[in-house]
């Protein structure tokens, strides 16, 4: 008995991140509010019944969506950032990895931003808007470790405001995105990246930081 429910186990979450996978590739082609829980069961070839077997409902399927971008996300953001040498990164470099790292996210998901984009749309309060809060917090309090570090290591500029060069940090990173959605060519970020993200440091650092790569 154990056995079977380890496998049954094994089922949904294997269909549940399937599932998910689904809804993003979706999304990337048109507005998640018009995909439904039937073009989702054909996108993963079970009946739209069995959909309703893994999640109790289409926001249940889009929350998890959002828990899948959070995680993954985060996780790629915060590997960047540690590098991997000995000495870590000098702060100025890991936020470049870090941008970097979030641009090659978005082009290799871009129905992420769209179903994020979708979400805050919305006047009112909701469970999902909740999941990208906590998103962006834990974000900018990465973002603004990593500027901390830099002010203590006497890299930013005297003065430097740190919470509005977190904020200038994020809307870099989400003007990038928001003009890639606009053209619909999201590819187009990996060449665009860069100067942006110089165009940032000039703003904040003293100097340019050594060896700082000119691609992402």
């Known amino acids: 008995m154990e056995l079977i429910a380890k496998r049954s186990r094994q089922t949904t979450d294997t269909r549940q991140a399937g599932l998910v996978m689904a809804a ?14 039937a073009d989702l069961a054909r996108a993963v070839g079970i009946t739209q019944g069995a959909v309703f077997r893994h999640f109790a409902n289409k926001e249940a399927i889009w929350l998890a969506v959002l828990d899948w971008t959070t995680d993954t996300l985060l996780a790629r953001l915060q590997s960047a ?22 641009v090659d996210f978005v082009m ?35 973002v603004m470790g990593l500027l901390q570090r830099a002010q203590m290591q006497n890299l930013l500029l005297p003065g430097t405001d740190l919470p509005s060069a977190v904020v200038l940090f994020l809307g870099a990173v989400q003007g990038l995105v928001m003009q890639a959605l606009v053209s619909g060519q999201v590819q187009t970020m990996a060449a665009q990246a860069p100067g942006v993200f110089t165009i940032y440091l000039q703003g904040i650092a003293r100097t340019a930081p050594p060896n700082l790569k000119s691609t992402p």
């Open 108 to 142: 290799q998901h871009p129905g992420v931003p769209r179903v994020i984009f979708q979400e805050l749309q919305h006047a009112q309060d909701t469970a999902l808007k909740a999941r990208v809060r906590d998103l962006m917090q834990q974000y900018r309090m990465l």
């Open 81 to 102: 950032a540690a590098g991997h040498g000995d000495p870590p990164l000098q702060p100025l470099h890991a936020l470049q990895a870090i941008f970097a790292a979030h």
């Open 24 to 37: 993003l590739q979706l999304a990337a082609q048109r507005s998640p509010a018009d995909i439904t829980t």
